[in-house]
Nanobody, 118 residues
Framework: QVQIVESGGGLVQPGGSLRLSCVASGIIFRLYAMAWYRQSPGKQRELVATITNAGSANYADSVKGRFTISRDNAQNTVSLQMNSLRAEGTAVYYC????????????WGRGTQVAVSS
């Protein structure tokens, strides 16, 4: 059974930092590309950052230079370090795992809430 579980959300002041973590089980983690998405109230879910199974990272323009995605294949975890947070960063953050081979497999966590407010 595949499980994707996020943690680390909370309330932070503008300009502050937060580190999100995601642990995956039930998959061969090292084969999967991982990503963080977020969804704000009334908005569509948007891609925040991705990291390939080889460790290559990409970011949405809105978070470049402030967010860092990383992975630890030994621990089956992916993290998102968020610095200089802004009010528009308030959202539910979701972790996803994707494998594309013979078929495509996508798995999602339930999300963790981040609120950026003074």
């Amino acid at each position: 059974q595949v499980q994707i579980v996020e943690s680390g959300g909370g309330l932070v002041q503008p300009g502050g930092s937060l580190r999100l973590s995601c642990v995956a089980s039930g998959i061969i983690f090292r084969l999967y590309a991982m990503a963080w998405y977020r969804q704000s109230p009334g908005k569509q879910r948007e891609l925040v950052a991705t990291i390939t199974n080889a460790g290559s990272a990409n970011y949405a323009d809105s978070v470049k230079g402030r967010f860092t995605i990383s992975r630890d294949n030994a621990q089956n975890t992916v993290s998102l370090q968020m610095n200089s947070l802004r009010a528009e960063g308030t959202a539910v953050y979701y972790c996803s795992a994707r494998y594309i081979g013979i078929g495509q497999y996508d798995y999602w966590g339930r999300g963790t809430q981040v609120a950026v407010s003074s």
